[in-house]
């Protein structure tokens, strides 16, 4: 993944990444669940645009767990294809905080993949908690910038 071209502009983080060979099937398409990686690190580096790292929640006691993930496939990545990342907040909560997705073909500006993940807010313990204020202000929803 390449996390210096990642770009927080209008509330979507960007990041882009090329498709490895390790990360195809025998047909020689990405494995379907490499995109969930994917998610990740781009949820990850959406954070750390806004100013806070997962490392910086975790200090201060917050987990954010996946609670709920939805994917749409739409079209096939393939081995070297450049991809791009796009994510954003569609909701904040106290104690949920839900992300949409959008994997494009970076150079064709075709959609790949669709996608939503729903994280719960949790303390070290796993009990149920809530997001700091100065957490959930750099968690700005916006609209759906594309169809999920």
Not at 36 to 52: F, N, P, Q
Not at 70 to 90: C, E, G, H, Q, S
Not at 115 to 126: G, I, K
Request: charged share 30%; glycine share 4%; hydrophobic share 40%.
């Amino acid at each position: 993944m390449n996390r210096d071209e990642a770009t927080k502009t209008g509330g979507v983080s960007v990041t882009t990444h090329r498709v490895n060979y390790s990360e195809t099937d025998q047909m020689g398409v990405v494995y379907h669940a490499r995109y969930l990686v994917w998610l990740d690190i781009a949820r990850t580096e959406y954070l750390r645009r806004t100013g806070m790292s997962y490392r910086e929640l975790e200090a201060l006691g917050l987990r954010l767990m996946v609670s709920e993930a939805t994917l749409r496939y739409r079209r096939a990545a393939r081995y070297d294809d450049p991809v791009r990342i796009r994510t954003w907040v569609r909701e904040c909560a106290s104690r949920r905080v839900t992300f949409g997705y959008a994997v494009e073909h970076a150079e064709r500006g075709e959609l790949l993949l669709t996608a939503s993940t729903a994280l719960l807010v949790t303390d070290a313990t796993f009990a149920f908690s809530r997001l700091p204020d100065a957490v959930a202000e750099r968690l700005s929803p916006i609209p759906d910038p594309v169809r999920l």
